[in-house]
């Protein structure tokens, strides 16, 4: 078999549901890559070199074990021709993000870190195989946007469009927090996880008020606050076993 397809079928098999046999270790190792994938993020994100490397380390190492455990997959994604690619593009990440911490180069490690959710969101979402890593990726990208916008709020004048983008994607927000709950599951039973979600609940909920009221370095501080409470999920989504 030619090395780009063993490639596809490698990838294809990894997003596959658990199954009965051997499918139930490529979900596993899947899932068990994605803690301290969320801790290397979480480390990027606050300037920790020495724990994004650590948390890097272990990601590579459980997502090499999942590539290696990958064996069939239904024909209908093992000849999706964007699967080999979709596992060179995720290796460039992170050899590029190793390169980056060996230079101290955190927040650059950071974006090609941020990739790596990118990849696998746009290959499962194709698929219609949706996770509950899928559901916090789009969260994020809502959060996102309104933080970069509200932030901007010292180099230009915030009009009525760009009140009316933070309203639109703080409301996108809001409608996938209840999806990103059922996804959770059990994880939604971890304090950890119940004081995030109240953090995040009550940051969203001044969000709208601060919003319509247009105040816009209170709204820059309510947004700083969303992502805070968002990184100290991420936070939980590295310790928890799934």
Request: aromatic fraction near 6%; hydrophobic fraction near 45%.
């Amino acid at each position: 078999m030619r090395p780009a397809l063993r490639a596809s079928i490698a990838a294809a098999a990894l997003i596959l549901p658990a199954a009965p046999g051997r499918a139930a270790d490529f979900a596993t190792s899947l899932r068990a890559a994605m803690a301290p994938y969320y801790g290397a993020l979480v480390s990027s994100t606050r300037g920790d070199a020495e724990s994004t490397q650590r948390h890097l380390a272990l990601f590579e190492a459980q997502w090499r074990k999942a590539l290696g455990e990958a064996g069939t997959a239904p024909a209908s994604l093992a000849g999706d021709p964007e699967w080999a690619a979709m596992i060179e593009k995720i290796n460039g990440f992170i050899d590029r993000g190793n390169k980056k911490l060996h230079a101290r180069d955190v927040t650059g490690a950071h974006r090609e870190i941020e990739g790596i959710r990118l990849v696998l969101y746009r290959m499962r979402h194709r698929h219609g195989l949706d996770t509950l890593d899928d559901r916090l990726t789009e969260y994020h990208e809502s959060m996102e946007r309104i933080v970069s916008r509200a932030s901007m709020y010292n180099e230009i004048i915030l009009n009525d469009a760009d009140y009316a983008e933070m309203a639109r994607d703080l409301g996108r927000a809001n409608a996938l927090w209840p999806r990103v709950e059922v996804e959770a599951g059990a994880i939604t039973q971890d304090p950890g996880w119940q004081a995030a979600a109240r953090r995040s609940a009550l940051a969203r909920d001044e969000l709208a008020r601060l919003i319509a009221a247009r105040k816009d370095e209170a709204i820059t501080r309510a947004a700083e606050e969303m992502k805070a409470a968002y990184l100290d999920l991420l936070s939980v989504m590295a310790r928890v076993s799934r």
